[in-house]
């Protein structure tokens, strides 16, 4: 069964914008992960972020973790049409079972 | 580094044959997996093995199997292939056991008629 579903399922926004994604999962975790899935390709991982940690940056990455409402979000700032892609978050509950959601369409026109 | 390669890249099946997915990495990594990914929905565990000789199941295993002879190699057999079984394949590999897939594959288009 799916950990973690992410929200919305499509997303659609003008090049520039920022893209927030969230994800909720249910049970508790070790860590959550985000990761970028181009059409046709295996996933690229983003980030991670441990469930003591409430915020971490990479870049024009922004992940939050609220282990309270068992809720992650991704922002993404300034987007490009390069952004373009499918976004996954993962749950590691440390039973060696990583759990992916259904993933976020994201699309940047440019 | 090749990365993480995975063999062959679309393969159409019979019901009832069986195959092999081929995957290997060149990284020295301990960790593999093998997740299916269908329409929808996100990646699922079908075996991961945490280091050579050592093997596991995950979420969805049956109608599978994994051996785990060397570090490089973590190859996939389908015993019997079913309809059911259509679907893209990933291989992923880590280094640790820190909780990211480092590494995935670029997948393995199966479908099963």
């Known amino acids: 069964s799916q950990q973690g579903e992410e929200d919305p399922q499509a997303l659609s926004i003008q090049e520039g914008e920022n893209a927030t994604m969230n994800c909720s999962y249910k049970t508790s975790i070790n860590n959550l992960q985000w990761y970028r899935q181009n059409s046709g390709r295996g996933l690229v991982h983003l980030i991670l972020?441990?469930?003591?940690?409430r915020e971490k940056h990479s870049g024009r990455l922004r992940v939050t973790l609220d282990t309270s409402k068992k809720s992650s979000s991704l922002l993404i700032t300034a987007s490009r049409a390069a952004d373009t892609a499918s976004y996954f978050c993962?749950?590691?509950?440390?039973?060696?079972?990583?759990?992916f959601g259904a993933g976020t369409r994201l699309t940047v026109k440019p | 580094n090749a990365g993480v390669t995975q063999t062959p890249k679309f393969q159409v099946l019979k019901t009832g044959q069986s195959m092999t997915l081929q995957c290997a990495q060149d990284m020295n990594h301990e960790y593999m997996s093998w997740y299916r990914q269908d329409p929808g929905m996100g990646l699922r565990l079908i075996h991961y093995s945490v280091g050579a000789g050592i093997t596991d199941q995950g979420e969805v295993p049956n109608g599978y199997n994994v051996s785990r002879s060397t570090t490089e190699d973590f190859p996939l057999r389908l015993l019997s292939a079913a309809p059911s079984q259509t679907s893209v394949y990933f291989c992923?590999?880590?280094?640790?056991?820190?909780?990211?897939?480092?590494?995935f594959g670029p997948g393995t288009r199966l479908t099963v008629t």
């Open positions: 993962a749950t590691d509950a440390g039973n060696n079972d990583m759990r």
């Open positions: 992923a590999s880590s280094y640790s056991r820190d909780g990211a897939w480092g590494y």
């Open positions: 972020i441990r469930s003591n940690e």
